[in-house]
Every structure is written in C-alpha cells, then in structure tokens.
C-alpha cells in the first residue's frame, strides 16, 4: 500500500537493461524496483536513443519548443521488469548511439566530434526531455506525488513545471527532489550565460539568475528553490557543502554552503543478487563461490580463467588486451576496473603500480576500462616495462569486467573525488578487499573490517601513500599466507565485507529508511 498517496515519477538520462552509460543506471533501476516491492506507483521517464531497440507501444505526439525550434516528439511505453518506461522519441535522441557521448563510427562521420566527446547538442537534449516530462503530464492530467529526477539533466524540471500554467495545477502538491549524482567538472550541464538560458529553456530571467555562479547558469542552483537536493552519500553531502571541495565542483560547494543549501545524503545500495557469486547465472563468472562462508575454491578457478582467455587470446571483441599476468602461489593480484579518467585518480595510480612493481616483484596488476587516451597510454606503457606484471584491458564487456575483479585480491580505488562508488561494493561481493582513498563515499569502508582506507578529502592525493599502502598490503598479505590464509586476517576482512554488503547495502532497506521518509517529510511542507 502506498505511503505516499500517489505516483512516484523518475526522469532519467540512463537505466540499467534499457540504456546505460555509468552508475546512474543500476541506482535509478534498483531505486524504481525498491520502491514498487514497497507499495508504490512508480512511472520511469527516459530517451529513446538510437541503439535502443526494446519493443513498446506508442502512446501519442507532440511538438515541442526549444532554443527557437520546433521538435516532434513522440511518446511510447514498455514494462522493464514490470516497470512502467515512458520513452521520449525524437531526432535528437535517436541519432545518439551512446547516452552521452560520440561513439567512433559517430566521430568519422560528424565534424568536430571525437570519440568520448559530449554531444555538441547536449543542451537541447536535456531541455527537451524535461519538457516532455511536462508534456506528457498535460496530456494524460496525471498528478504525481514525488517527481525525482537524476543529476543536472533533469534538474530544471521542478521550474519548468512550476512556471509551465498548463500543468502547474497538476504539480501544486507534488514534492520535488533532484539527486546529484556527480558535481564535478562535465557533470553539471550548466548553460554559458542567462540570455541563452532564457531562450533555451524559456525560464524567466528571475529564475534563471536565481543559479548565477558567475557568467554560467547552475541547474543544480535552481533546483535548489522549488525542489530538495540530495545526493548519493552523506560524506559527499558534507562535502558539497564545504569549501575545501571548490576546485573538484568549480565553485559550487562554495555557493552552496554561502546560501545555506540543505543537501540530504542517502548512501547508495546495490542489487547483490545480480552480482551473486554463488551462482554463475546470475554473476556471469565460469565458476561459483562463497565468501561470506569463506569458500574462495572458485575465486581462485576464476583467475585461472582470465589467465588462460589472456594467454589462448580468448577475450571478447570490444576489449583490447595489453600485457599479460602470470600467476603463482606467492603472487598477490591487484586491480582497477571502471572509467580511465582523472577523478578516479587513475594518474596518481599510474605512478603508484610503477612503484609497487619495481619494489615488489610478487605484485601483478591489472587496469580494466577506457576514457582518457593519455592515462590509456601511461597504462600502456606499463605493460611494456612490466611482462607478466601488468595487464591492462582497454574497452568494456560486463561479464569480463566481473572476471577481473572476481579474480584478484584487491581492488584500488584512489579517487579525487566519488560520491559514493558501487565499485567497493562490487569487490565485497566477490570477495576482493578495496583499498581506497577515504573521500566521499569510500568512506563506507570500515578500516580493517571491509577493507582499507588512506589519506583524507582535504589531503591532496599523493603516489607515494598509494604505493606505499600497496606495497604494505601485499608483504602482509603474502606474509598471512596469501590465498592459502594461514592466518585468517584476511579471509576474516573478506567475510564480514560480504556481511556487510548484504546487511547494509540493500535497496529495500534504503528506499525504507532512507527515501521515503525523506519523500514523506517534503510531502508535508507541499513547496
């Protein structure tokens, strides 16, 4: 039964099954799953891009304006795992082959455009999806009681609705809410000036320097008066409002903490079940294993696994391989799997695991992922100075990607800045220890119980904590009796991690104790 007395809509850019790019996805599915196994009505918003393919029902058309054009969108619908997906269609959209960015058969063709590029029309992306938002609740008179949208791609919405006077009675007593998934530099689509704001999004002048950090217009700021900002832990809540962190959100923590901007911090969680380890199926590993029972047989087969897809030249089409590891009873396995970009921190690493190898012949690592070339490259090279000691993987397959982590002994996170970071999370659930850089997130790490932290968020990141933390940690490990653990420190990390996982990190509990009474709490204010 319903707590909130109506629908809940969701209007994001990415959803895991039906277009996906970064993390959002799997907490803007998990969260729309949660919070329909609670009771609630949920309706997920999101565009249909051109590699899109899932079958649906058209529901009707409209013409919508923006920046001075004129854009026919069309409306459909489909069920994903019995939750309702309206799709926003248009040509803007469905000549997108990725989420956010150009992919390479885009970048030969359109001028300008490189692979990994941000969609030169991103702007008008995002204005329009909002607005057909808007749309759709004219059409249908629907009124919701929660509309949630996710990162500055839908930040505008809660004053596109409240300034809209076709459906402003329909939003009266709806609470907004807008997550910041991510307030780094490219992450918060701010608009260059408020005259092309205002003919872009057709907002008031008002309005729209309501969110002035200097020339730039601010989504995220304008949000902040007709709607609640939250974000995805409370330790990057803490530091989005605190001026120590300017430089990773170009002023934004500042002007955030100057006006006294509430940010509400809600760690994420995670579907565990996909990721089970216990059963191939779901996890997509060629073996099964348990840590939470200690049972790390099939951990192990799996690295034998990767080892041999790497030597027999068995990995899928969309990874390159550079490098190799060999493996033995006195080896211990680190590595990194997710974006190659300068917030993971990935340049201080590239100087630590050249460290680690040169002082720890023992040591094998391994990079997973693609972004930066130039950090590409410093991996590349790498591999070169480190036969049999390095690996790095360039590109993504899901199942692979579980493979590497599944594999090794530890995952290193060295981030800049993470809001909250599933990665750790991931690692648990495969029995794989993270070491990590204590900022934002990462701090849900318990040191010497679920894994390890170094440094602190007002502490510039430095290679030689990272390579001395490694360096300690595998001399330790080695020492406990590395994957035969003679002594049990380490498999007791490895299990209480995976306790800690399935105790703390689970959606229902979150959406429970977390979301809805945050929903319920602005339900009552009525904005």
């Not at 969108?73 to 795992?81: I, M, P």
């Not at 170094?454 to 502490?459: K, P």
């Not at 300690?472 to 003679?486: H, K, P, Q, S, V």
């Not at 002594?487 to 990190?505: C, M, N, P, Q, W």
């Amino acid at each position: 039964m319903s707590a909130l007395g109506g629908p809940v809509w969701l209007a994001v850019r990415e959803y895991a099954g039906l277009a996906e790019a970064g993390g959002v996805k799997n907490v803007t599915r998990s969260q729309a799953e949660a919070l329909a196994r609670l009771g609630e009505s949920v309706t997920v918003f999101l565009p249909r891009y051109g590699f899109m393919d899932s079958p649906s029902t058209e529901l009707f058309r409209a013409t919508i304006e923006v920046d001075d054009d004129r854009y026919d969108v069309d409306f459909a619908s489909l069920s994903c795992n019995g939750i309702p997906v309206i799709l926003v269609g248009s040509r803007v959209f469905s000549g997108k082959h990725q989420v956010y960015v150009y992919t390479e058969e885009e970048a030969a063709r359109i001028p300008g455009a490189r692979r990994g590029m941000g969609h030169f029309d991103v702007d008008v992306m995002n204005v329009l999806f909002q607005k057909s938002v808007i749309e759709y609740a004219a059409r249908t008179g629907e009124k919701p009681a929660v509309v949630h949208g996710h990162d500055a791609h839908a930040a505008l919405l809660p004053a596109l609705a409240r300034s809209d006077r076709r459906v402003s009675p329909l939003f009266a007593d709806t609470a907004f809410f807008v997550t910041v998934h991510n307030a780094g530099p490219g992450y918060r689509q701010t608009l260059r000036d408020t005259e092309y704001a205002a003919r872009l999004t057709g907002l008031g002048r008002e309005t729209l320097e309501s969110g002035r950090i200097g020339t730039r217009i601010e989504p995220f700021l304008i949000a902040s008066h007709t709607a609640t900002l939250m974000t995805v832990s409370p330790w990057y809540a803490e530091e989005l409002t605190s001026p120590f962190f300017d430089s990773h959100t170009e002023g934004l923590s500042g002007e955030l903490r100057r006006r006294g901007i509430v940010v509400y911090g809600v760690t994420n969680g995670i579907d565990s079940d996909r990721y089970c380890p216990r059963s191939p199926e779901k996890s997509g590993l060629p073996f099964g294993f348990d840590p939470g029972s200690g049972d790390l047989a099939g951990k192990y087969r799996c690295r034998e696994a990767l080892i041999a897809a790497i030597s027999e030249n068995g990995l899928p089409p969309e990874v390159v391989a550079s490098g190799s590891c060999g493996d033995s009873d006195t080896a211990v396995w680190f590595c990194y799997q997710g974006r190659i970009a300068h917030q993971k921190g990935l340049s201080v690493l590239a100087a630590a695991v050249r460290t680690l190898l040169e002082q720890e012949s023992r040591a094998r690592f391994i990079v997973m992922g693609q972004g930066d070339p130039d950090l590409e490259n410093a991996f590349e090279a790498l591999s070169w100075a480190f036969p049999a000691r390095f690996l790095l993987l360039r590109g993504y397959e899901r199942s692979l990607a579980r493979l590497v982590v599944a594999s090794s002994d530890f995952l290193v996170l060295p981030s800049e800045y993470e809001p909250c970071g599933l990665e750790d999370y991931i690692g648990q659930i495969y029995g794989t220890i993270p070491l990590a850089r204590a900022v934002g997130g990462l701090n849900k790490i318990i040191p010497g119980k679920t894994g390890f932290l170094y440094g602190e968020d007002t502490v510039p990141n430095d290679a030689h904590d990272v390579s001395a933390l490694l360096t300690e940690i595998a001399r330790d490990y080695l020492r406990c009796g590395g994957r035969r653990f003679t002594d049990g420190k380490y498999l007791a990390i490895i299990r209480e991690a995976s306790a800690f996982v399935a105790r703390e990190a689970d959606w229902d509990r979150i959406i429970r104790e977390g979301y809805l009474p945050l929903y319920e709490k602005k339900l009552q204010l009525r904005y």
